[in-house]
């Protein structure tokens, strides 16, 4: 069986404990910390108050990122695959000379 670790998250002035796989830990701890961060700056650029609308503000911020990520992957992934059509093209134009 696995051990579980026990931790305390604080999120917009929230604590939220945790049990997770201690692997998770930095990764959990470094999500919270950007959180807090980015809270933070639209508290500080946009003068929102409201704690739901910095944490939806927030999660948007990180939802897009993640999406436009997944996108430019997508469009990379189309480039590859359009240049290796090309080179086994080229490959099978070169061994049906011969």
Known sequence: MTERL????????????????PAQEEG????AKNIEQLAKKFE???AVRDKQD????????????IE???IEQ???HE???ERLRSLEGLVASKLSVQ
Request: aromatic residues 6%.
């Open 28 to 31: 959990l701890r470094k999500a």
């Open 79 to 81: 480039e590859v695959m």
């Open 74 to 76: 997508h469009e990379d």
């Open 54 to 65: 910095v944490l939806a503000m927030c999660a948007l911020q990180f939802a897009s990122k």
């Open 6 to 21: 026990k931790i305390k998250l604080s999120i917009a002035d929230r604590v939220y404990p945790l049990t997770i796989d």
């Open 68 to 70: 436009q990520h997944g």
């Open 44 to 46: 500080q650029n946009y």
